[in-house]
């Protein structure tokens, strides 16, 4: 992965005080190939290499941090602004009632999304929306608007394959200024390949409809030529905004890249799956760390550093190799750690998707549980039991002290033992990892 051959680069620019022109060449070759990996189209690589070249080039290397390091995250941050910043909701500022207009190829999800977008008005907007469906070509993606309409609560207009596209807009749209409607959502028709009739035939659509939202549509799954797609509707349509779909699928959605490039239009919703409610507000930072198959690794390595109590993590490091061991106030400093750095599950979000699809959500939810669990038993325990874990292992006292505890934290003994257990496994771990393994022991613990 991107992730590997990077630290491997990273390790070899150790020491170097800058970014210089020798040093970044094979940075940048990986993630050039990382940029093709996920499909983002060759032109758009070629532009986005030379801006980060451009931006790295010359800057200081501070504190901690090395060459390699200070390029990831320039990579990082530029690729997510490329792709658009900060959250960019459905524009609705017009006489109502507003007209979205959905624009795209055939299968790219126009229909779909128009069912999640129906919703997403409804619910997070409290907007009163009506679709209607201008694909005259196929009456079966009529029969579909209406079952996803249906399926969002939202009203449907009755439009056949015998009308113009043209008139079922004249006529949804007076019937919607007529039972005051905030919201007109059209779905439009798509073609296998773009051909000029169709063009014509939204750009009259687009025309008579004047939209506050012109909605460009696009698969993640699209790859290379999804460029094209989106040349030829940004030169036919004034388009405000795109809509990404099918994220949920495989693809690193280099896509987003290529078209956002394009269009210049914001990517404002994802897809992810093929249901009502699979509809996510795009965000940059997060899809950046997809298209370079790293998940957002550079928030992590922040987050971390800053979360981590420097000096205690020294303190540890040095108390374990005076030998003076690891006792249950440690345990205790280390799973605060954890919490103040937001959690498992917020930590893991951010790990590339090859380790994240490891951990299901279920099981972080039940690692949480069992940390605050922990540390609720853990401060139910006296400072001299914490500092002297020998009393709670085999001391003559141990099963009285073990019951004051559990009652003390509202658990049972076998929750007591399991903490203790899981001391005990975690000083062996710490021996071997002389501290500040935090991340590792994190990895373990998360499963
Ligand atoms: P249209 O021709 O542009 O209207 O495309 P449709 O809305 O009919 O969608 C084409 C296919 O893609 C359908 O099978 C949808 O279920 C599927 N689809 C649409 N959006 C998504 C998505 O975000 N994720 C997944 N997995 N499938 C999707
Ligand atoms: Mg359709």
Redesign the pocket.
């Given at each position: 992965t991107l992730t590997d051959r990077l630290s491997q680069l990273v390790k070899t620019m150790r020491g170097q005080a800058r970014i210089t022109e020798s040093n970044v060449q094979d940075m940048l070759r990986e993630v050039r190939m990382a940029l093709l990996e996920a499909d983002v189209a060759l032109p758009v690589v070629r532009d986005f290499i030379a801006r980060v070249k451009d931006k790295a080039l010359g800057q200081e290397v501070v504190g901690s941090l090395n060459p390699g390091q200070v390029l990831v995250s320039v990579v990082h941050k530029e690729l997510a602004a490329t792709m658009g910043e900060g959250v960019a909701d459905i524009n609705l500022a017009a006489q109502p009632p507003a007209v979205i207009l959905m624009a795209?190829?055939?299968?790219?999800?126009?229909?779909?999304?128009t069912g999640k977008l129906t919703k997403h008005l409804i619910e997070k907007r409290k907007k009163k929306v009506l679709t209607v469906s201008a694909d005259v070509y196929r009456p079966a993606?009529i029969e579909?608007l209406k079952t996803v309409t249906g399926q969002a609560g939202g009203e449907w207009f009755a439009s056949s394959p015998d009308q113009k596209p043209r008139d079922i807009a004249l006529a949804a749209l007076d019937y919607a200024k007529r039972h005051y409607f905030d919201v007109l959502l059209v779905?439009t028709a798509?073609r296998l390949a773009i051909d000029e009739a169709l063009m014509a035939e939204i750009r009259e659509l687009h025309a008579t409809l004047n939209p506050v939202e012109t909605l460009f549509?696009v698969d993640a799954m699209q790859g290379q030529d999804a460029i094209n797609t989106a040349r030829a509707f940004k030169e036919a349509l004034p388009l405000t905004g795109v809509i990404l779909?099918?994220?949920?699928?495989d693809s690193r959605g280099g896509a987003a890249l290529s078209v956002r490039q394009v269009t210049g239009a914001p990517i404002k919703f994802a897809?992810?799956?093929?249901k009502i409610d699979?509809l996510e507000v795009f965000d940059a930072e997060r899809h950046a760390g997809r298209v370079l198959g790293m998940g957002d690794i550079v928030a992590l390595v922040e987050e971390v550093t800053k979360g981590v109590d420097m000096a205690a993590a020294q303190k540890l490091a040095e108390k374990l190799k005076s030998g003076d061991g690891f006792d249950l106030n440690d345990f205790l400093a280390q799973i605060s750690q954890m919490k103040k750095m937001g959690g498992l599950s917020s930590l893991m979000d951010k790990l590339p998707t090859q380790i994240a699809s490891k951990a299901g959500q279920g099981d972080m939810d039940r690692a949480e549980r069992d940390m605050r669990r922990m540390e609720g038993i853990l401060n139910a325990m006296s400072a001299k039991e914490r500092a002297h874990p020998r009393l709670l292992l085999d001391d003559k006292s141990k099963a009285s002290r073990k019951r004051r505890i559990a009652s003390g934290a509202g658990v049972q003994i076998q929750d007591v033992n399991r903490v203790l257990n899981q001391y005990d496994q975690m000083q062996g771990m710490m021996k071997k990892m002389k501290g500040g393994g935090l991340f590792k022991m994190m990895k373990r613990m998360g499963g």
């Open positions: 795209g190829l055939q299968g790219a999800g126009k229909t779909t999304t993606a579909q779905d798509g549509v779909t099918k994220l949920d699928g897809g992810v799956s093929e699979g």
